[in-house]
């Protein structure tokens, strides 16, 4: 368990990170209501999702040299309080235009508060203690993920297919954000060490010189995949859902267990890597779980869809908080923060194209065998995984 005393920033920043994600997925699903509330199509729906993703995109890099540069704290601070303006922001617009800025601006901020969140956990954490707290760190953000949504609908109440207030959901969202800043009185103890030229040497760091770190690819691939299989299975799984007779309702309970044995192998994770090894539990854990996403094909029932979820939940949970681990162990301290936002870019890259491949692969064959697909994709992370990274090297 995390001890008290010595390590009371990572309690602050890990509440941080739950109310900040909450608070942004508060807003993610309500924006997408606050758009067709003001008449948006399909396509606008879409291109607004896609903005979200793509602008932070372009400046995932130069993130992580301003992390570098300017510290984990003032980052995390403007995410936080971006939220806060956001939501408010949010509450009042009536135009898809300014909709679709506003949330261009909520993907850069979600960037900043990610980034910075996780630098700080890389730069704070004890070598031997990199492993339990990205499973900790990862567990509150999967914990802000799943209260967010769920929040933010019993707020904003139903008036058939739409919210009876969106504007209530967002004014919510600010207050989280708020709230999530009360833990920046805990960071004042913490002291920055670096001196002005080293903060201006991080600033400086070069993405390739970054890259060509051994084991450095491997990670981010590795990152990339599961991040993608994750956000595939989210999208994937209602269209399997009609297919196979499963309603709604089912579905939801299923992705909720799904989500829910993911924040449970992240809070085991350290107690996995001590008896059994990072690199190990990473590439069984891939291996393990690209099987179990081949099999899924085979799921016909509820139940068996629902268990097999809950296996691969497990699985794919573990990938995501071990490469933030590898990375940060790959790299010397001045790189860290370019070396995650590297590997955040290569997650937004593939949250962008692996659902576009995987809505090919439906349209013709059915939505089942997109789980071939993702099956497929996990395993080749695993295969590179193995090839190069060991218990020795990581």
Known sequence: MIGRSANSWLWALLVNVALAQASIYVMRPMITYRALEN?????????????????????????????????????????????????VAFAFLNNIIAIAAATSLAG????????????????????NLQDQNFGYFSFATSLGHSVGPILGGLIAGSAGVLPRSSTSAFIFASILALLSLVTFFLFKSIKE???????????????????????????????????????????????????????PVVIGAILSIRSASAMISRFLLGRLTRSYG???????????????LFASIYANSSIALGISMAIIGFLLGIGQPLTMSIVSKKTPVEERAMAISIRLFGNRMGQFLVPLAAGAIAAPFGASSVFIGLGVLVASAGAVSAA???????
Not at 388 to 394: A, E, K, N
């Open 193 to 247: 060490i670096r001196t002005q030229q080293e903060r201006d040497a991080a600033g400086a760091i070069k993405a390739r010189d970054v890259l060509s770190r051994p084991g450095i690819k491997p990670a981010i691939w590795t990152s990339l995949s599961v991040a993608a299989a994750n956000d595939v299975l989210v999208v994937i799984l209602p269209l399997v859902g009609t297919e196979k007779g499963i309603s």
């Open 388 to 394: 190069t990274l060991d218990d020795q090297t990581t």
């Open 278 to 292: 990072s690199a190990r539990t990473m590439n069984y854990s891939i291996f393990l779980s690209a099987l179990f």
């Open 108 to 127: 850069v901020a979600h960037l900043s508060n990610v980034a910075a969140s996780q630098a700080m956990v890389a730069n704070k954490s004890a070598m």
């Open 39 to 87: 008449g948006a199509s399909g396509y606008e729906i879409g291109l607004i999702a896609s903005i979200y993703a793509l602008l932070p995109l372009l400046i995932a890099v130069p993130m992580g040299r301003w992390v570098g540069k300017f510290g984990e704290i003032p980052l995390l601070f403007i995410g936080c309080f971006s939220f806060i303006i956001l939501g």
